[in-house]
């Protein structure tokens, strides 16, 4: 046998033995949670139920179905679900991660259209993305924009979509670097795997609505919250481009206003006070924006 063969037939042993797990964050979802747990469990090594303050049964009925779980006491919001799951999967030693919703809106079955990316090794995330015809009217808007505003220029089709495979690269790459604690986590797992050249990859599911629309979470405050998060995520990774950028532009308008305000007072004597105004209110806020810009840039280089 070639040493190139050989090489193909470890590559191949190595993945048919891929230990996966799949992870469930749940807040009050005894409901659907044991019909999720049995049917991953026809699909991964070991489903991990991440109990983020349950008031009901959920745990107990995780456990009952046969899922691992971990109880956070209080709620402490899915980013910490994740980060749990991200620790538990690196420490018994997963090569591949499948987080999914536990309340019924994701298909256990479709878990290996997902991990089959990862086990052919052509990507680090796989992202599972759900057509616009089956969301309800109400959440397709706010989707669009979270996309755009998450997917920093890149052909993300689903940014917001919370099924979806990590390799070990990628769950070693998130540990220690995710920050956020609330449901703009996913969010955040895109900008990191950009920043680190992650490959991404994407699979279509099919997401129940309807009856299964039980999200904990309203859809606007949902919206809001994710879009006010990755905005200080954005200010924290690049405040010059964020803060101090626009700052300098609304200077240079300012200076502008204060010009015409300067040649309205030379070439008529009275003092135009709307210019003035208005070449304050951009002037002052600019100058701020830019120096704070300035000041979050150099703490950023020091912690570099």
């Known amino acids: 046998m070639s040493e190139a063969t050989e090489g193909s037939a470890v590559v191949s042993r190595r993945a048919s033995r891929m ?46 179905a046969g899922a ?4 956070h006491g209080t709620q402490k919001g899915k980013g910490q679900g994740i980060k749990s799951a991200l620790r538990y999967a690196v420490d018994h030693d997963y090569d591949c991660l499948v987080f999914m919703d536990g309340d019924g809106q994701h298909d256990p079955g479709e878990i290996p259209l997902l991990v089959e990316q990862i086990r052919a090794d052509a990507a680090d995330l796989v992202i599972g993305f759900r057509t616009f015809d089956q969301m309800p009217l109400y959440r397709r808007f706010g989707r669009a924009v979270l996309d755009v505003v998450s997917s920093n220029g890149s052909a993300i089709t689903d940014s917001q979509c919370g099924f979806r495979a990590l390799n070990r690269k990628t769950m070693e790459s998130m540990i220690g ?16 795997a950009q920043e680190r050249h992650l490959r991404i990859g994407e699979t279509p599911i099919n997401c129940k609505y309807g009856d299964f629309d039980t999200s904990t979470k309203n859809p606007l405050s949902h919206g809001m919250e994710v879009l006010g998060s990755i905005f200080w995520l954005a200010v924290e990774r690049k405040p010059l481009l964020h803060i101090g950028l626009p700052g300098l532009a609304a200077m240079l308008v300012g200076i502008f206003f204060f010009l015409q305000f300067l040649r309205g007072f030379s070439e008529t004597g009275v003092v135009p006070i709307e210019q ?3 070449a ?11 120096m704070l810009g300035l000041a979050l840039a150099l703490v950023l280089r020091v912690r570099k």
């Not at 797990?21 to 044991?34: K, T």
């Not at 139920?49 to 959920?58: A, E, F, K, Y």
């Not at 691992?68 to 109880?71: H, K």
Request: with cysteine.
């Open 68 to 71: 691992t779980v971990i109880s």
């Open 19 to 64: 230990r996966t797990l799949a992870a469930v964050p749940c807040l009050d979802e005894e409901v659907a949670i044991g019909s999720v747990v049995l049917r991953a469990r026809q699909h991964v090594d070991e489903v991990l139920v991440i109990d983020d303050g349950c008031t009901d049964d959920t745990a107990k009925v995780a456990r009952d």
């Open 280 to 290: 304050s209110l951009l002037l002052i806020p600019g100058a701020v924006a830019l």
């Open 276 to 278: 003035g105004m208005l």
């Open 177 to 192: 670097t995710l920050r956020m604690d609330d449901f703009s986590t996913e969010s955040e797992m895109l900008q990191i």
